[in-house]
T-cell receptor, first 115, second 114 residues
């Protein structure tokens, strides 16, 4: 089966611009997560979807970040306007079973550089 | 919420020797503990996980041990090989045992010296 895919793999934007990251989870996976790794630090949770519903967005840094999962399939994460501290690698992960801790399958990540 | 501490941040071992990475967690309700391996420029991949109803799990050269009383778990890699070089992350559920997302440790950069 196809794994989790993310687009783009790399994005370089200027401070104040807008960027939209996309994640396609494994087909049939209800859970979709966004994480971020900044400057070689730990992988930090941003938010969690169950199907099309936001289950928990307490990890989102501020209101410049907006995530959507229309129709419960792919998800987008928009940063508007981008700031220098938003640079990092944004990972998406999915898992199949709602309500049960299970292996999360990670995408390859999008490396965002804000200059 | 869960807090996960991981040590050491860097570990260098001779090829063929064993490597041990340790993590502690804070939420006694946590019941699922995965370990992820991230090679340079690649995605994190699950290498082994353990649930709180067992104390140890092995998969070839990799093992994980769990001490629920002390709230710590460890990754053991025996007969290390060059391809084991990577960053390893431990994790625990953000809330108990549900599928609410993971809290990760800060990672251990494992270097296998030839």
């Amino acid at each position: 089966e196809a794994g989790v895919t993310q687009f783009p793999s790399h994005s370089v934007i200027e401070k104040g611009q807008t960027v939209t990251l996309r994640c396609d989870p494994i087909s049939g996976h209800d859970n979709l997560y966004w994480y971020r790794r900044v400057m070689g630090k730990e992988i930090k949770f941003l938010l969690h979807f169950v199907k099309e519903s936001k289950q928990d967005e307490s990890g989102m840094p501020n209101n410049r970040f907006l995530a959507e999962r229309t129709g419960g399939t792919y998800s987008t994460l928009k940063v508007q306007p981008a700031e220098l501290e938003d640079s990092g690698v944004y990972f998406c992960a999915s898992s199949p079973t709602a309500g049960l801790a299970h292996e999360q399958y990670f995408g390859p990540g999008t490396r965002l550089t804000v200059t | 919420g869960e807090n996960v501490e991981q040590h050491p941040s860097t570990l260098s071992v001779q090829e063929g020797d064993s490597a041990v990475i340790k993590c502690t967690y804070s939420d006694s309700a946590s019941n699922y503990f995965p370990w992820y391996k991230q090679e340079l420029g690649k995605r994190p991949q699950l290498i082994i996980d353990i649930r709180s109803n067992v104390g140890e799990k092995k998969d070839q050269r990799i093992a994980v041990t769990l001490n629920k009383t002390a709230k710590h778990f460890s990754l053991h890699i025996t007969e290390t090989q060059p391809e084991d070089s990577a960053v390893y992350f431990c994790a625990a559920p953000r809330s108990g045992g549900g599928a609410d997302g993971l809290t990760f440790g800060k990672g251990t950069h494992l270097i296998i010296q030839p």
